[in-house]
């Protein structure tokens, strides 16, 4: 039986793909401090059998919280295989750091990109094959509400890029630089927070490549954009200001000398 770990950030989707591959109606929350337990359901496809395993959300594989501790305990245990990876493409960047995480861990990953449809309506857009390139691994956009199982989608193929490699050799080359200092608490937070440094210098990188996303202005926001153009709010703003100044000065005046 093959396991499969879905993993993604907090109210990224988890549970609802998790819900709509198993035919579930699980309920899985993310509170500060409270231990939350897998979901976990077995399942045929293909004459295959998987047992799929719902975890709670986190941002990183560096645990700050109880409840991110146990997702990462079972995500660093000898048998989590396979994950699939729930991004949220409305959340790129923040969600691209756990991808990260996983990939210099050496996991085996498929890349889910939910969210897609209010991403292009706001204007963004991916290169998904850019981002298969650089990350070895297959990234694919979803629905998580409406996702539909295919042939290959429980098939896993990551290979190490030359782009994780380089990665992998910078958070090793820091690991090993805090060994030589201090091994206190707090020297090993500050080599947690350096390494969630250098993989957000590598999420740039990423993001400047395949992501695009324009700025449209809906509504009100339209109007206002043409009216503070130069050409228009500079003759606007002098009208406003004669008027101002005419009834203060003279038609207030004027007012004053027929009734006082």
Known sequence: MHKIHIVGNPNSGKTTLFNCITKSSEHVGNWHGVTVDKKSKIITFKSSTYELIDLPGIYSLNAFSLEEQVSIEEINSSDCDNILYLLDANNFKRSMLLALNLLINDKNIKILINNYKSFQKNGGS?????????????????????????????????????????????????????????????????????????????????????????????????????????????????????????????LLCQLSAIYF
């Open 126 to 250: 991916i290169d998904i094959e850019y981002l298969q390139k650089i990350l070895g691994c297959e990234v694919e956009i979803v629905d998580a509400q409406k996702i539909k199982v295919k042939e290959d989608f429980f098939k896993f193929q990551t290979r190490k890029t030359s782009f994780i490699k380089m990665l992998q050799n910078q958070i090793n080359k820091n690991s090993e630089n805090n060994k030589n200092n201090q091994t206190d608490k707090s020297s090993e937070d500050n080599q947690k927070y350096k390494n969630i440094e250098i993989l957000y210098a590598y999420i740039l990188k990423i993001a400047n490549n395949c992501v695009k996303k324009e700025n449209k202005i809906y509504g009100y926001g339209k109007f206002d954009k043409k009216l503070l153009k130069l050409s228009v709010f500079l003759p606007l703003f002098i009208l406003a200001m004669f008027f101002v100044i005419y009834f203060t000065f003279f």
